[in-house]
Nanobody, 127 residues
Framework: HVQLVESGGGSVQVGGSLRLSCAAS????????MAWIRQAPGKEREAVAV???????TYAHSVRGRFTITKDKVKNTLYLQMNRLEPEDTAMYYC??????????????????????WGQGTQVTVS
């Protein structure tokens, strides 16, 4: 049974930075890809960053150049470094995992992919 637990959210001023973590337990298969998804109040969920098994990340246009997705295979932890935060980044952030598709960039296209594994989310507030 795979469990994902996010941490690192909080309140930050415009232009600030946060690093989110997603600790995976229960042996996430090495062939799984992972993603960060966010949901702002009153808005649809949006995938903002995805990462393949080799550690290569792909980003939504809204965060490209500001966010970086990485993973530590030893610690079994996914990260999202968020820099130059904007009020529009305010949302609940979730990590998720699934078998890698043929085209990982498809996970960035709405609607959000139906991942079998989700974390409980961590709140990010930018003001």
């Amino acid at each position: 049974h795979v469990q994902l637990v996010e941490s690192g959210g909080g309140s930050v001023q415009v232009g600030g930075s946060l690093r989110l973590s997603c600790a995976a337990s229960g042996d996430v298969p090495s062939w799984y890809c992972m993603a960060w998804i966010r949901q702002a109040p009153g808005k649809e969920r949006e995938a903002v960053a995805v990462i393949d098994t080799d550690g290569s990340g792909t980003y939504a246009h809204s965060v490209r150049g500001r966010f970086t997705i990485t993973k530590d295979k030893v610690k079994n932890t996914l990260y999202l470094q968020m820099n130059r935060l904007e009020p529009e980044d305010t949302a609940m952030y979730y990590c998720a995992a699934d078998k890698c598709p043929n085209d990982l960039s498809g996970w960035l296209v709405p609607p959000v992919h139906r991942y079998p594994y989700w974390g409980q989310g961590t709140q990010v507030t930018v003001s």
